[in-house]
């Protein structure tokens, strides 16, 4: 893989780059006394709007004119309908830019619609989380300011620059406390750099990773599908360890309750032998704001539903809706087949056996996944689905229906 690539897998990637001398300067002025509160809400707020119009170039207006929209929002609608509106407008907006840009994003040599629709999901998450907590009563208005005092803080928050091209999404009470909190006068440096020097050892495993490809025998082929999953991930993990390598450069590092990415959760994701683990650990802030926001509201088959909004919030293409409709289903699976085998693994040798094959049918199913949302044209998912490597969740899928037989004699 050649190192320009990165434009490509990364498109955010050198822009973040860029962004850490103003974030490394954010932090030295406010270690230093020279900004005062609403200095730094304004610092961010301008560093947000620099960093999209540099990014983004004109399809930077399809990002503040919903951020503004939103703002209005949440302060002129009551408590009681804020989450409701705010929901709605949002993703009526995500969904009309998808359907415009979704076509440009697939032109390598144009990064901007990529890196727009992606700060505009997550400004989804912001709003969203952010509507949430003023209906619940976390975040209260202030009596005794104007609106403008209301909006600054709010517009900092959707738009700061260290979360806007990516990142884990934080409250907006634990961005307001980073804020007015004071900053250790030492530069967390050594937080930083490992997170840099992350990102380079993945992308030189990626690099040695993609060398072998080639050798691989095509879409038919599990190993081929499973080397390019792997080479998604790590496209992930090195897009997750820049973004909050910034966060911590700019002082937020601690307002993030979830990361996205630690050495644990990377262990995590590579080894577990459960589908479900899985996707709870992976884009784990993301897990959390879908949990918080779909699987805890739904009433009924709240599984289903988190995962079809899931797809609808990253843009319906058919991939997408194949992939994470496939996702649900695999999860629901994973949730009952392996009580069902671990209750019958008694020996060592049968433990063994059991996480072992599991582990290899989890990194095969969430590769299928992986380079099913990945897939940009219909044709490529017909030739996808209609490949060897659609045996494995056809079978977890059929398991699936017996177990559910199975358990409805119990149930009546």
Known sequence: MRWADLLILLPAAWYQLAAFLFAALFYYLCALG?????????FLLGGGCLLAGTAMGSYAMLLLIPAVGSVLILLLVSPAHVHTWAFSIQMCWQTLCHLGLGSLVLEPQDTRPAVTLSAIMLLTQKVTSLALDIHEGTVLPQPGQGLLQQALPLCSYLLFFPALLGGPLCSFSKFQAQVTSPRAVP?????????YLAVLVLQV????LESWLPCMQGWASMGHMWTQALLFRLAYYSQWALDEALLEAAGFGAAVEQGDLSGWDLWTLETTHRLAVFSRTWNKSTSLWLRRLIFQRCPAQSLLATFAFSAWWHGLRLGQIFGFLCWAIMVEADYRIHPFLSARATSCVAKLLYRGTTWVFTQLIIAYIQVAVETENFSMLCLLWTSYNSILPLTYGLVLLLLLFAEKPKQN
């Open 34 to 42: 020279h900004l005062s509160l609403t200095s730094r809400y304004i």
């Open 205 to 208: 495993l990626r690099t040695w």
């Open 187 to 195: 530069f967390p440096l050594q937080a930083v750099g490992w997170r």
